[in-house]
């Protein structure tokens, strides 16, 4: 009896947490062509090369971000810089909830994200820089 009722409690919890990731996609559409672009680039990272903790964050990375959206859309964005990321990342765990993700996950996103950046997506990284660096500064 005990079993069932927790079986039933969990399952419930899980279709609460699928009915709350549809609303979400929902409220997102219709997507912006730019991000449906994102979203049909390839949708994993052979992260092989990268140090264990990196590979380690990367699947915090693939689990947390594919529960609301592909996995190919943050793979493919335009973001690289720190700034871009974290905006990003904390506008995410805000649409999700810190039942979708904790503090600590988006930070372990964000370290795998921003590593990511500088290595596979380092000309655009360098660019950005760049770009920000020579930016005017605003008060």
């Given at each position: 009896?005990?079993r069932t009722?927790?079986?039933a409690m969990?399952?419930?919890?899980?279709l609460?947490?699928l009915v709350?990731?549809?609303?979400?996609?929902?409220?997102?559409?219709p997507?912006?062509p730019?991000?449906?672009?994102?979203?049909?680039?390839?949708?994993k990272?052979?992260?092989?090369k990268?140090?264990a903790?990196m590979?380690?964050?990367?699947k915090?990375f693939?689990?947390?971000?594919s529960?609301?959206?592909t996995l190919?859309r943050?793979?493919?964005?335009e973001y690289?810089l720190?700034?871009?990321?974290?905006?990003?990342?904390?506008?995410m765990?805000?649409?999700a909830?810190?039942?979708?993700i904790?503090?600590?996950?988006g930070k372990?996103v964000?370290?795998f994200?921003?590593?990511d950046s500088?290595?596979?997506?380092?000309?655009?990284?360098?660019?950005k820089s760049?770009?920000?660096?020579?930016?005017p500064?605003q008060p």
């Amino acid at each position: 009896m005990k079993r069932t009722i927790a079986a039933a409690m969990l399952v419930a919890v899980a279709l609460g947490g699928l009915v709350r990731v549809a609303r979400a996609q929902e409220k997102d559409e219709p997507l912006d062509p730019r991000i449906l672009k994102y979203d049909k680039g390839p949708a994993k990272i052979d992260v092989s090369k990268y140090p264990a903790d990196m590979q380690n964050r990367y699947k915090v990375f693939a689990k947390k971000c594919s529960n609301c959206h592909t996995l190919a859309r943050p793979i493919n964005c335009e973001y690289a810089l720190d700034d871009e990321w974290e905006r990003y990342i904390k506008r995410m765990m805000r649409k999700a909830g810190p039942s979708l993700i904790s503090p600590d996950e988006g930070k372990q996103v964000f370290d795998f994200v921003v590593y990511d950046s500088k290595i596979r997506k380092k000309d655009l990284f360098e660019k950005k820089s760049k770009e920000a660096a020579t930016a005017p500064r605003q008060p």
